[in-house]
């Protein structure tokens, strides 16, 4: 049974940083995509990074772009997203997400193509 288990989150002031973490049970996901996805109160759910399953193809969304970084550790089975610079507009619980067989990697990225998601972890940046 897969399962993944976000860890990290928490309240942080405006330009402060946070590394979130994600555990992945169950599964090989050395052999796929992996994401990270935020969801803010009333909105949609958007995909933030996305990293092939080798680690060599990184994609970022446009807003955070060059203040976050996302890596993974095949042999740990964990997935990090390193967030610098932060503002309150990345205020959200964030997701870790496993992309479904046969899917590559790019952007823009759409939840419809990862399969299984850990529960979130809610990030707070304040002013």
């Known amino acids: 049974q897969v399962r993944l288990t976000e860890i990290g989150g928490g309240s942080v002031q405006s330009g402060g940083s946070l590394r979130l973490s994600c555990n992945v049970f169950g599964y090989a996901p050395n052999f796929y995509t992996l994401g990270w996805f935020r969801q803010a109160p009333g909105q949609e759910r958007e995909g933030v990074s996305c990293?092939?399953?080798?680690?060599?193809?990184?994609y970022d969304g446009v807003s955070v772009k060059g203040r976050f970084a996302i890596s993974r550790d095949n042999t740990q089975n964990m997935l990090y997203l390193h967030m610098n610079d932060l503002k309150p507009d990345d205020t959200a619980i964030y997701y870790c997400a496993v992309a479904s067989p046969g899917y590559g990697v790019g952007w823009p990225v759409d939840p419809e193509d990862f399969d299984h998601w850990g529960q979130g972890t809610q990030v707070n940046v304040t002013s």
């Open positions: 990293i092939s399953a080798s680690g060599h193809s990184v």
